[in-house]
């Protein structure tokens, strides 16, 4: 029986790991994907970070490259891996966790390879779990090709015609830009887009979020609790000039699908499309942990990742403690808690 079972070897997994080994503390990780950093490999293939990789490090073991660079998600795929390797993390990969049970005060994970114990369990399986979509995107016809943008790789996957992007966060504004060179594109926005400029007076934006500690700001101070309330901020300004241009048409919100033609808020005038692509997020999938005291109201009932279940603890929740909690260069403050919150039980 180990001590620490730690389910999720991305980079919320991999940082409460480098603090669990720095205490010598018997753990194993378990990871459903082929190898680490196949979270970010297997997102699509333009994907970069808007955050420098002087700011995209765990602990220990600083991110190679120019600093100022914004690194691709391949880079942030080799380098996680690298991670593990030089540190020499015990990682179980290609084992799919299936539930997580208890068993006279002992965690029982079982998973396609069989069943771990454990005294302790650290669910570090991260945000982006189930795709969410919209209920009626059922009612496009088959002509249409529709991809979640989690299934998205790169523009070979869609036909010839009129695109639409539905979700105007990051994903969809980087999605939309890159294909408004070769398709017809349209963004569907639920709210007016917020933008942010990459660079101030030729530094990164993160520099001066970290100098005044917007990532770290705890989400109940009333600096937290402003940044916790406003909306997604989109990065650059590429998307901006391309909707200026023409280049990309915006639209208000999608509220239903008739076969091809999608009609949107306020606007009666529908327009015909030949590929749709949801970048509407993700939601929680915790459906496998089949213990009924570790949820209220169908939902995890935890203080900043420390759930009222004795020995069960959360690293990687989006606001566990703050903005950062779950991202990359900020993941590793909440694990290092959550590591010596266990440790002190």
Do not use: C
Not at 100 to 105: A, F, S
Not at 123 to 151: C, M, R
Not at 178 to 207: C, M, Q, R, T
Not at 280 to 298: L, N, P, Q, S, V
């Amino acid at each position: 029986m180990l001590d620490v079972i730690v389910i999720g070897g991305g980079q919320a997994g991999l940082a409460a790991a480098y603090y669990l080994k720095q205490k010598s503390v018997d753990f194993l990780i378990l990871d459903g994907h082929r190898e680490v950093g196949d979270s970010w490999r297997d997102r699509y293939d333009s994907l970069h970070l808007f955050t420098p990789r002087m700011y995209n490090s765990l602990p220990g073991v600083p991110f190679q490259g120019d600093p100022q660079g914004l690194p691709h998600k391949n880079e942030v795929a080799d380098y996680l891996k690298n991670f593990a390797s030089r540190l020499e993390l015990p990682i179980q990969s290609n084992t799919q966790v299936t539930s997580l049970t208890m068993n006279n005060g002992i965690f029982e994970v079982s998973t396609w390879e069989g069943t771990f114990r454990s005294k302790n369990v650290i669910v570090a399986t991260g945000p982006f779990q189930k795709p969410l979509v919209p209920s009626f995107h059922d009612k496009l016809g088959d002509a249409v090709i529709q991809l979640h943008s989690s299934e998205y790789r790169n523009k070979n996957q869609l036909k010839e015609g009129a695109v639409l992007v539905v979700g105007a966060g990051n994903s969809g504004a980087q999605i939309a830009s890159e294909l408004a060179d070769d398709f017809e594109v349209h963004l569907s926005a639920s709210s007016e887009i917020n933008y942010k400029p990459l660079h101030i007076f030729g530094k990164s934006i993160f520099w001066y979020f970290d100098k005044v500690g917007f990532l770290t700001a705890n989400r109940k101070s009333m600096l937290g609790k402003w940044l916790h309330a406003m909306p997604e901020q989109i990065y650059g300004k590429e998307l901006k000039l391309l909707i200026q241009q023409g280049r990309i048409k915006l639209h208000k919100r999608t509220e239903k699908i008739v076969d091809q033609k999608v009609y949107f808020q306020n606007d009666g005038s529908p327009i015909h499309i030949d590929n749709i692509i949801w970048a509407t997020g993700f939601r929680r999938d915790d459906h496998w942990i089949d213990i009924e005291a570790a949820f209220k109201d169908g939902y995890i009932d935890h203080i900043e990742g420390v759930s009222v279940v004795k020995g069960l603890y959360f690293v990687g929740l989006p606001w566990q403690t703050s903005r950062g909690s779950a991202l990359l260069g900020w993941v590793k403050y909440d694990a290092q808690r959550i590591v010596e919150h266990l440790l002190r039980e």
